[in-house]
């Protein structure tokens, strides 16, 4: 941001494109998040970029030709890419079948099936003003506000009864001033970027006005939240970071592994299929390349970078939601200052590199002194 800030800073800096920013990535954080479910087993998935698309069809047909209220075409969405989910985890975990060839299988047949269902390059149009809403419409300033007030107090409370749960049972816990610090900077953070957000952004706002946080912040705060929940406070998370570990060991301690699996791959299709919602909502419409060309090589690399590990028992759902936002700053600030779309390619492989280099040579230490 420092660097795309310096070579342009009219346009890469400016209130409108903090916003594009923050929807821009949005759909690649979405998928991101629920591969960070399966790559902690040490698996992968390669159908969630076209599993968003597939599943966004469906919302799409559903509404624009069968006249289907929007509710009940977004949970058949959601269902669709729940089934997409279980289907995959049971070949994988009933059928010792590897998740790449499967999950391959299914990134062909998924296109397939979009290209039967939309026709080769045909689009269908999404005209419900709440599906549409979602990636184009803000949150109300003074609500934004009252939201971030809500997240800070939050996080400061989970922090601290951290702290006080683990000194009664004496752990290590960071000195006061350190958690004060920690509160505090997030404070601080949030705070500015709800201030920014909520300033006018409009090219032109006689005619249109542009301010407050886009909705798809607190939807993806709220999500990031639920998961984070799953994955750190429950024993089902437990178990995926145990099956992660080892799956062997996880076994012989009684976890039942194909259900974990199963479960898992639930939550990474169903999260691409929210994915498939942003789409349609930010692109008016689902064509058969939605969700597909580089998405999911972004959505993985998103994860990656954020400090998933691809080796499996290693990373947390906020990863992706760090490495989501690299990803799209990489995109946006990008062609600000160049046009050659092979500079975007060819520097995104190289963070992507970088953090898998690290990964590796963090567990090889790790590994090495006995902490592994």
């Not at 594009?20 to 998935?45: K, R």
């Not at 400061?156 to 505090?184: C, E």
């Not at 993806?220 to 099956?243: D, N, P």
Request: charged share 10%; aromatic share 6%; proline share 3%.
């Amino acid at each position: 941001m420092v660097f795309f800030t310096a070579m342009n800073p009219n346009r890469f800096a400016s209130l409108l494109n903090f916003a594009n920013l923050l929807n821009q990535s949005a759909a690649i954080i979405f998928i991101a998040m629920g591969l960070v479910f399966v790559l902690l087993l040490g698996e992968i998935d390669l159908s969630a970029g076209v599993a968003a698309g597939a599943s966004g069809a469906v919302l799409a047909v559903l509404m624009t030709h069968h006249g289907v209220a929007w509710p009940l075409a977004l949970a058949a969405c959601l269902l669709a890419g729940a089934v997409i989910g279980l289907t995959i985890g049971l070949i994988v975990s009933r059928l010792g079948v590897p998740s790449f060839v499967v999950t391959l299988a299914y990134f062909l047949g998924l296109q397939g099936m979009m290209l039967w269902v939309i026709g080769e390059g045909g689009t269908i149009p999404v005209r419900s003003d709440t599906i549409l809403s979602i990636m184009k419409s803000n949150v109300a300033p003074a609500l934004g506000w009252v939201f971030t007030i809500l997240v800070v107090s939050g996080y400061a409370a989970v922090t601290l009864s951290g702290a006080r749960k683990r000194k009664r049972r004496g752990l290590p816990v960071q000195p006061p001033s350190i958690l004060g610090f920690k509160i505090g900077a997030f404070a601080v953070l949030a705070g500015v970027g709800t201030h920014l957000l909520n300033q006018e952004r409009s090219v032109n706002p006689e005619l249109t006005s542009l301010k407050g946080m886009p909705y798809i912040v607190p939807i993806t705060t709220v999500i990031l939240v639920g998961l984070t929940f799953v994955l750190s406070r429950t024993a089902f998370g437990r178990h995926i970071y145990a099956i992660g570990g080892s799956v062997e060991a996880a076994r012989r301690a009684g976890i039942n592994v194909g259900r974990v699996k199963v479960i898992c791959f639930i939550i990474c299709s169903t999260m691409a299929a929210s994915a498939g919602v942003l789409f349609a909502s930010r692109d008016n419409s689902i064509s058969p390349s939605t969700g597909g060309s580089i998405t999911l090589l972004l959505a993985v690399g998103a994860a990656v970078i954020g400090g998933a590990s691809l080796f499996g028992g290693k990373g947390k759902v906020r990863d992706a939601v760090l490495g989501g936002l690299v990803v799209a700053t990489i995109a946006n600030g990008l062609p600000l200052i160049t046009s050659a779309s092979s500079v975007q390619f060819i520097v995104t492989a190289l963070v992507l590199l970088l953090a898998a280099a690290v990964d590796a040579l963090s567990r090889r230490r790790a590994a090495a002194t006995g902490h592994a």
